[in-house]
């Protein structure tokens, strides 16, 4: 089934960005490429909570919070798919993990910390 590998997170600024990316290791493209595939954060004390989805066909959705602000994009050619996030503030701080559904099995990444703090 493979493995969801993050990169991307760190310490920013409020008001900067950062760019996630995962990436589906092991998994073979006529998996990855019809999976749902999404990006969900964790703050502390905080339950997990959804971020942004996109779909087999690039259909993207977002959580109110962050629409505007992040952009979730998919590159099947090479099993990836990333998150953009513009104009960060200190409440998106939380661990970033990437998430994958098919047919109803999920998975998910290790996560990735996000701190924004000045």
């Known amino acids: 089934q493979g493995q969801l590998v993050e990169s991307g997170g760190g310490l920013v600024q409020p008001g900067g960005s950062l760019r996630l990316s995962c990436r589906a290791s092991?998994?073979?493209?006529?998996?990855?490429?019809?999976?749902?595939m999404g990006w969900y954060r964790q703050a502390p004390g905080k339950e997990r909570e959804l971020v942004a989805t996109i779909s087999s066909s690039r259909t993207p959705e977002y959580a109110d919070s962050v629409k505007g602000r992040f952009t979730i994009s998919r590159d099947n050619a090479h099993k990836k798919v990333y998150l953009q996030m513009n104009g960060l503030q200190p409440e998106d701080t939380a661990v970033y993990y990437c998430?994958?559904?098919?047919?109803?099995?999920?998975?998910w990444g290790q996560g990735t910390q996000v701190t924004v703090s000045s």
């Open positions: 998430h994958r559904n098919l047919h109803g099995r999920e998975f």
């Open positions: 092991g998994t073979i493209t006529s998996v990855f490429n019809p999976s749902m």
